[in-house]
């Protein structure tokens, strides 16, 4: 399946000192066939459409299912404008955002759509992730503890399970901990014999936590 170009919407404002750029860079993007409909708003001109994408400095833009603000440059557009052709962008965007601070942001963007949440184990089973990254997906995984979302990711937390780095199987004992599915605790059992003592003992607490289910 071929997927579209993004779409890109890009507020400014006639003293930021970075909007030529953008608009310049999504210009040259266009002319690549990289990105689809270019759509440039005065956000001064426009206060309620501003105001309703919750624009708050320029430049912001929105390309595809990505939001960005401030400068950045035509290799970067270039970067995003790939990423949001597939599922490799959702991780690469999640990351961005919680790098950036924005963990409700984040939080609000798989909350659109949970199919994203499958994209975050990515981080999970990178070790070498920036800590605070890793710490920031835990916690949105987290988040739909004993749903139907985090349930659908069983195969590849189980997966995980027996990843060559203790820190990653430890994180994934965890998150199937948190599934609230019977059929978790087959890999978190295998677990209790992890030559790691840590995943032995997170696989212990997860296995304590299914073992309560009905």
Request: aromatic share 4%; hydrophobic share 45%; glycine share 6%.
């Amino acid at each position: 399946m071929t997927i579209s170009a993004p779409d890109a919407l890009l507020f400014v404002t006639p003293d930021c000192p970075h909007c030529a750029m953008v608009q310049r860079g999504l210009a040259e993007l266009q002319k690549q066939t990289l990105v689809g409909t270019v759509t440039v708003v005065d956000a001064g001109e426009h206060p309620d459409l501003a105001a309703e994408h919750g624009v708050r400095a320029a430049p912001w833009l929105k390309l595809g299912p990505f939001t960005l603000t401030g400068a950045h440059s035509v290799a970067e557009l270039r970067q995003w404008a790939e990423w949001a052709q597939g599922e490799e962008g959702t991780a690469h965007y999640v990351a961005y955002l919680l790098h950036e601070g924005g963990y409700a942001h984040a939080s609000a963007f798989i909350h659109a759509d949970t199919l994203r949440l499958k994209s975050l184990l990515a981080i999970v089973a990178d070790p070498a992730a920036n800590l605070e990254v890793r710490l920031g997906v835990s916690a949105l995984l987290e988040a739909y503890a004993n749903t139907p979302e985090l349930q659908r990711l069983l195969p590849q937390l189980g997966e995980l399970s027996r990843h060559a780095d203790h820190r990653v199987r430890a994180d994934a004992c965890h998150l199937l901990g948190l599934t609230g599915s019977a059929a978790a605790r087959a890999p978190v059992a295998a677990c209790l014999h992890d030559a790691s003592e840590e995943v032995r003992e997170i696989a212990a607490e997860a296995l304590a936590a299914l073992a309560k289910l009905k």
